[in-house]
């Protein structure tokens, strides 16, 4: 017998049934002995649909107030889905997130999980009830409630699994597991069958959609192995622990699965970045500080840096990029404070994507770099931009480009499938 956390996104709850097919897929769980909990999202569409809501009442709206109406999606399907599950016969109930309660800081839409006290949870499951969670809210010391932010409802369920020990926490989504790309790109992409924390965190930073960031950290940070699978699958479909879905699991745990592995286990493609550059900003002390210091207290964040070789005049060009989303802010600021900067032009551009390669493999070989580089060249796609770890290689080209870079690519470093 296991214990495990299950999750369903927004579209695998979108609907009455959907719903009823999510409880039969729960119910074969808590047959095959398993205590079961279940972490759900709000019905597709439905978050944004409360966010205009809260825009068309007040744009300059209260956070506080904004997490009371969007944390309700998520209360609807936890709720349904319970009671769907106590008409095939299962003992079920919901926990909303103040009950149980899970903790969190009281920064309002994008609030941090800081505990659960999962004493009752754990009863409840060991006495063979169905615990249906919803995710993507907690309530802040004040007792108020607070919403995690996009993607929350992943966080939500790592974190339970985490605080029940579970013995793994299954993410069901409209995929079926972690692709070596995009499958709607490249229709030779491969299904993974394992990948590293380390490996999914890097993905999902940098473009995969499959796995939110937050929820990967988390994972790592307390080595809760994570199972993604699909619930887009038959009636009479086996267990969860019998689908081929992807495992995320430790560097350590994947070297006993898997002995030669691939020197690159992904190639992720994001269009969300604009690219920033300000010119002629003096080459002196402090002078990038004042770049990238008010944009930190915005909460803006900044992915790739490229600080050129000072010129004759002393004088240095800065280029980063940000999220699409922030770009008007992220100008804003910068033209607000132009004179303590002091650069002469401030250049952006939302018409770029940001192209990965990801992989443990870098560690203990050499050249992924440069395949990356000759690859790109030998079919004219300009490199504007270019970061690396020891993990990853990230590159900035144009958006027109993007496709046609991830099938080089992926052909450059022989992922092809069959």
Not at 14 to 37: K, L, N, P, S
């Amino acid at each position: 017998m296991a214990r495990i956390v299950m999750k369903f996104g927004g579209t695998s709850m979108a609907g009455t049934e959907r719903i009823r097919r999510v409880a039969r897929i729960v119910q074969r769980q808590q047959a095959a002995g398993h205590e079961v909990a279940v972490v759900v999202s709000a019905m597709a569409g439905e978050t944004d649909r409360l966010v205009n809501f809260c825009r068309e009442a007040n744009p300059l709206y209260d956070p506080a107030e904004y997490d009371v109406v969007v944390a309700s999606g998520e209360q609807v399907t936890s709720g349904l889905l319970a009671m769907h599950l106590q008409a095939l016969g299962c003992k079920a109930r919901s926990w909303l997130g103040w009950q149980l309660p899970i903790h969190t800081d009281d920064a309002h839409s994008k609030a941090r999980i800081e505990g659960i006290d999962a004493e009752a949870l754990l009863a409840s499951m060991a006495s063979g009830e169905i615990a249906v969670i919803p995710g993507f809210q907690g309530v802040s010391d004040k007792g108020r409630i607070t919403t995690l932010g996009r993607g929350g409802s992943d966080t939500s369920a790592v974190a339970v699994a985490a605080a029940v020990k579970a013995d793994r926490c299954d993410i069901y989504t409209d995929v079926d597991g972690v692709y070596t790309t995009d499958p709607r790109i490249v229709a030779k992409a491969r299904k993974l069958k394992n990948v590293t924390y380390e490996e999914m965190l890097e993905l999902a930073s940098v473009g995969s959609k499959v796995l939110q960031t937050r929820s990967v950290s988390l994972a790592m940070k307390e080595g809760v192995r994570v199972q993604v699978l699909s619930s887009f699958i038959d009636d009479d479909a086996p267990a969860a622990d019998t689908i081929p879905g992807t495992m995320i699991v430790s560097d350590e745990e994947l070297e006993g699965l898997d002995m030669e592995r691939q020197l690159i286990t992904g190639i992720a493609a994001d269009k969300n970045e604009a690219k920033v550059t300000l010119t002629r900003i003096a080459d002196r002390p402090g002078a990038v500080a004042a770049i990238f210091g008010p944009l930190a207290a915005a909460n803006i964040n900044v992915d790739m840096i490229i600080q050129n070789i000072a010129k004759d005049k002393g004088e240095t060009d800065v280029t980063f990029t940000v999220p699409i989303s922030d770009l008007a802010r992220t100008q804003a600021l910068l033209e607000e404070r132009k004179d303590t900067i002091g650069y002469y032009r401030m250049l952006a551009n939302s018409k770029v994507a940001k192209i990965s390669v990801v992989g443990v493999g870098m560690r203990s070989h050499a050249g992924v770099a440069a395949t990356m580089f000759r690859s790109l060249a030998d079919r004219g796609i300009n490199i504007q931009a270019i970061t690396t770890s020891e993990i990853k290689v990230s590159v900035l080209i144009d958006e027109d480009e993007t496709e046609l870079a991830v099938r080089v690519l992926h052909t450059a470093y022989e992922m092809d499938g069959e």
